[in-house]
């Protein structure tokens, strides 16, 4: 049982919420007005790792991945990109476009796996400790736990799906 | 005495630059191996290499006199350049070396002292009819002195320790009622960094460009200089770009401010290489700030544009020789560019950003001149100064000079930690600065960001995230799905067959 669903399009959002979108599969052709330009991510001896683009080479650096946060070094200047799938970009919107002001705690999907079992329930209370999801990944049962008292106003996790790492389960506004 | 061999005080890039010369002078050198950078750079252009790597003391070696002059005494060394920074202004280390015959490739103890201490350098300027912002006599005991001083000359008003340099110490007061505030933190400031509380007070000249003039003095008292350099582009007093010359300068102005500095200059028979500081305001009026009694960071753009090797005029005025060189014979051609490539985060507004430099690789193109102490594997260690290297660019005239230095940095190629890059890169693209029109508030006032931005050059990086989310999710994606159906192939392993990385 996989319904993971077709994913056409990732969006990098950069730490000043601009959006880059990039076409399934990722192709190293990018589109600039009529013309493409090839990008090509390398790495020698005398270089290190770079990219080139436009016959330039620019340095570049992974500074730091977790979940799917990137922050890049490009040409001497940090970028920090949130990575988003189509479905991902709208529960962010979905999520921030409610009342706002309450605090929200998002649980995230901590890796890759299929959700076993979802004891959280929408619209009951939960506190700091108890299960939300478990979560198989790599043949371990992994209880995923709420960070805080609060009650659960969202839950996108089912039993039996496959998660990506960072794919939101449910939502505690935070009480 | 003629030198024959000369101690380097001093590590990196200027260490280098001095040893360079010596060499092609047919001079003998001697650098300091510590147990801080055991391997750098400089110590293979040493003729000898003094190893002082046992000595874990706090103090750097090369601030420590005794240590030093026993280093010199012992390789046989009969003479000490100081480069700059460290002791390169200690009358104290000036005088040691003369006590124990060695000579001292600088000015005098005196001439140090005088020059060093703030309050007789301004008095000295002052007896010698020299333009000076309008100030406190001497040092000033307290904050009502300041005021009482401050409301005759008017606000704003700077306040300086009198032993002071390099920005500390210096206090700002707009208005009466921040005097007793700023007064005690200067005077703080002061006692912590130059272990002498002293300070006084000068008419604060707002806006001004940094205008410095290259002077050559011989034991004989022939004084000349070499043209000014522009170093307005300063972030809390740290140089960051200089240029020579300037454009804020015409004949006229040149000649009137270069006899000002000379005649500073005599007023302490100064002999060696050094420079007098100005501040020029928008109606070109200028002021007397200070005179550095060593070789400075930015002493290439002189170079370049006068032919002039400095560090071999500082070693033949040392060695008792007259100047060859007349103010007539100074010719100023074309135009030059230092950019100081630091270690530093222009996105964490230049904090320090120490490290080990995996890759570097400098333009190599015949209008560009690199000075660096820095190579593959060198680390940009904390308990000394950021700096990777200088570009030195030139051009027939500004604009080319820009020009060619925007290309430069282009080819500037360094990874291992955050660099100063951007900010030059902004810098060259920006009008006021093309135009010259910038002073020393620049990056305070005219700057909203410290850095070039490209729209293309986020998208790529933009690109690359995304590569990386792509890979990464696949790879872990297959993992957990090891004895899954391969039927329940994932559209990113499919991504991952079609596109090849």
């Known amino acids: ?175 | 005495m003629k030198i024959a061999k000369i101690l380097i005080a001093n590590r990196g890039e200027i260490a280098i630059r001095i040893m360079k010369t010596a060499k092609m002078m047919g001079i003998r050198t001697v650098a300091i191996r510590t147990a801080v950078e055991p391997a750098a750079m400089y110590l293979s252009f040493a003729d000898e290499v003094f190893d002082n790597s046992e000595d874990e003391s706090e103090i750097p070696v090369f601030l420590n006199v005794e240590k030093l002059i026993a280093i010199a005494l012992k390789s046989g060394a009969n003479a000490v350049h100081p480069g700059y920074g460290f002791l390169a202004e200690s009358a104290y280390f000036a005088q040691k070396c003369l006590d124990n015959n060695i000579i001292y490739i600088g000015p005098s103890p005196d001439a140090i002292y005088k020059m060093g201490n703030k309050t007789i350098a301004r008095r000295l300027a002052l007896k010698s009819g020299i333009p000076m912002a309008m100030g406190s006599e001497g040092n000033i005991s307290d904050e009502e002195e300041a005021v009482r001083i401050a409301d005759k000359i008017g606000y704003p008003v700077i306040i300086k320790a009198a032993s002071g340099g390099g920005g500390r110490g210096m206090r700002i007061v707009r208005k009466a009622e921040e005097m007793e505030r700023m007064f005690t933190i200067a005077s703080k400031e002061a006692e912590k960094a130059f272990n002498d509380p002293s300070v006084f007070i000068e008419k604060y000249i707002e806006n001004p460009k940094h205008i410095e003039f290259q002077i050559l003095g011989d034991s004989k008292g022939n004084i000349i200089h070499l043209g000014e350099r522009e170093c307005s582009i300063q972030r809390k007093h740290q140089k960051l770009l200089e240029e020579a010359p300037s454009c804020a300068l015409d004949a006229g102005l040149r000649k009137k401010m270069g006899e000002m500095a000379v005649r500073i200059a005599k007023a302490v028979d100064y002999s060696s290489a050094g420079t007098v500081e100005f501040l020029l305001d928008s109606e070109r009026n200028f002021y007397f700030m200070e005179m550095n009694t060593r070789i400075q960071v930015e002493h290439p753009v002189t170079e370049v544009i006068t032919g002039i090797d400095l560090v071999e005029q500082q070693i033949r005025i040392a060695n008792g020789e007259t100047l060859k060189l007349k103010q007539e014979d100074i010719k100023l051609r074309g135009w030059a560019i230092e950019c100081r490539i630091n270690a530093e985060d222009v996105q964490a507004g230049f904090a320090p950003s120490p490290g080990k430099i995996e890759k570097i690789s400098m333009p190599s193109d015949n209008y560009v001149r690199v000075d660096t102490g820095i190579q593959e594997g060198s680390a940009i260690v904390s308990s000394y100064d950021s700096m990777i290297a200088k570009l030195i660019v030139s051009g027939k005239d500004r604009k080319e000079a820009i020009r060619n230095c925007k290309m430069a940095l282009d080819k500037v190629w360094i990874k291992g930690t955050k660099t100063t890059l951007p900010f030059f890169r902004l810098l060259v693209r920006n009008q006021k600065f093309i135009d010259g029109s910038f002073t020393t508030a620049f990056i305070e006032k005219d700057l909203d960001k410290y850095y070039f931005y490209s729209d293309y050059e986020e998208m790529l990086a933009a690109w690359l995230a995304t590569r990386l989310f792509v890979d990464e999710n696949l790879q872990e994606t297959n993992t957990s799905r090891d004895a899954a159906n391969s039927s329940e192939m994932s559209p990113w392993l499919l991504n991952k067959r079609i596109t090849q990385f």
């Open chain 1, 1 to 175: 049982m996989n319904d993971t669903p077709k994913i056409d399009k990732l969006y990098a959002l950069s730490s000043e919420k601009k959006k880059f979108s990039f076409r399934l599969p990722l192709s190293n052709r990018i589109r600039i007005g009529k013309r493409n330009y090839v990008v090509q991510l390398k790495g020698d001896e005398k270089y290190g790792t770079y990219i080139l683009w436009k016959n330039r080479r620019y340095p570049v650096e992974i500074v730091r991945s977790r979940q799917n946060k990137y922050e890049i070094l490009f040409n001497d200047i940090s970028y920090t990109f949130t990575v988003e799938t189509p479905f991902s970009l709208q529960r962010m919107k979905v999520l921030s476009s409610g009342k706002g002001k309450a605090e929200k705690e998002l649980i995230k999907a901590p890796m890759p796996g299929k959700i076993i079992d979802v004891p959280a329930r929408e619209g009951s209370t939960i506190l700091r400790g108890e299960t939300v999801v478990i979560l198989e990944a790599m043949k371990m049962q992994n209880e995923i736990l709420s960070p805080v008292n609060g009650k659960i106003v969202r839950v996108n996790a089912k039993a039996g799906t496959n998660v990506m790492k960072d794919d939101v389960l449910a939502e505690i506004k935070v009480e």
